[in-house]
């Protein structure tokens, strides 16, 4: 009895650093895509670009990640979503992180 509990306790503990790295992922993309995005004169696609480019450094910790980026006049939003890799077949966990920053003008 104890060692099915102890199996459940190892894979639980596991599972849950392999859900914050995901989440830090994904946190980390939307941050990548947002600082390429807000810079002044950057190009519609900056931020997607970026964001992709740093997804792939990170060798598929994160499955099925979509980035969205809102460029607007004043502020530039991005989220992020995707799915965790997980211990037990058929089960999916999703993350999900936005940031939002202004952005960058110039002011002679």
């Given at each position: 009895m104890i060692v099915p509990l102890a199996f459940l306790l190892l894979f639980s503990l596991v599972q849950s650093g392999i859900w914050f790295h995901?989440?830090?992922?994904?946190?980390?993309?939307?941050?990548?895509?947002?600082?390429a995005q807000r810079v002044y004169g950057a190009p519609d696609g900056?931020?997607?670009?970026?964001?992709?480019?740093?997804?792939?450094g990170m060798g598929g910790s994160l499955n099925d990640a979509?980035?969205?980026?809102?460029?607007?006049?004043?502020?530039?939003?991005?989220?992020?979503?995707?799915?965790?890799?997980?211990?037990?077949?058929?089960?999916?966990?999703?993350?999900?992180?936005?940031?939002?920053?202004?952005v960058e003008k110039f002011r002679p």
């Amino acid at each position: 009895m104890i060692v099915p509990l102890a199996f459940l306790l190892l894979f639980s503990l596991v599972q849950s650093g392999i859900w914050f790295h995901g989440r830090s992922v994904a946190h980390h993309t939307a941050q990548q895509a947002l600082d390429a995005q807000r810079v002044y004169g950057a190009p519609d696609g900056a931020g997607v670009a970026a964001g992709r480019e740093f997804l792939a450094g990170m060798g598929g910790s994160l499955n099925d990640a979509q980035i969205h980026v809102n460029a607007g006049a004043d502020t530039v939003s991005v989220q992020v979503e995707g799915n965790v890799i997980m211990l037990v077949l058929g089960w999916r966990v999703h993350v999900s992180q936005s940031v939002q920053a202004p952005v960058e003008k110039f002011r002679p």
